[in-house]
C-alpha cells in the first residue's frame, strides 16, 4: 500500500503537533508540520524535491 503523506499547518504549536503525533501512530501514514503557509510552502517545496 502507498505511504500517506500529510502536512499539518497550524499557528498554535501544540495543537499541530499533537495532531501530528496522532496522525503518525498510523501505519503508512508520513506526516510533516508547518507553523505558518511560508513554512508550509517550504515544507512542500522538499517534499517535491524528494519525490
Same mark, same amino acid.
Given at each position: 500500500m502507498a =505511504?500517506? =503523506?500529510v502536512l499539518v499547518v497550524d499557528d498554535h504549536r501544540i495543537f499541530a503537533e499533537s495532531l501530528a503525533a496522532a496522525l503518525a501512530a498510523e501505519p503508512? *501514514?508520513? *506526516? /510533516? /508540520? /508547518?507553523?505558518s503557509g511560508p513554512a508550509a510552502l517550504r515544507a512542500l517545496e522538499r517534499a517535491a524535491a524528494e519525490a
Amino acid at each position: 500500500m502507498a =505511504r500517506i =503523506r500529510v502536512l499539518v499547518v497550524d499557528d498554535h504549536r501544540i495543537f499541530a503537533e499533537s495532531l501530528a503525533a496522532a496522525l503518525a501512530a498510523e501505519p503508512d *501514514v508520513e *506526516v /510533516a /508540520a /508547518a507553523g505558518s503557509g511560508p513554512a508550509a510552502l517550504r515544507a512542500l517545496e522538499r517534499a517535491a524535491a524528494e519525490a
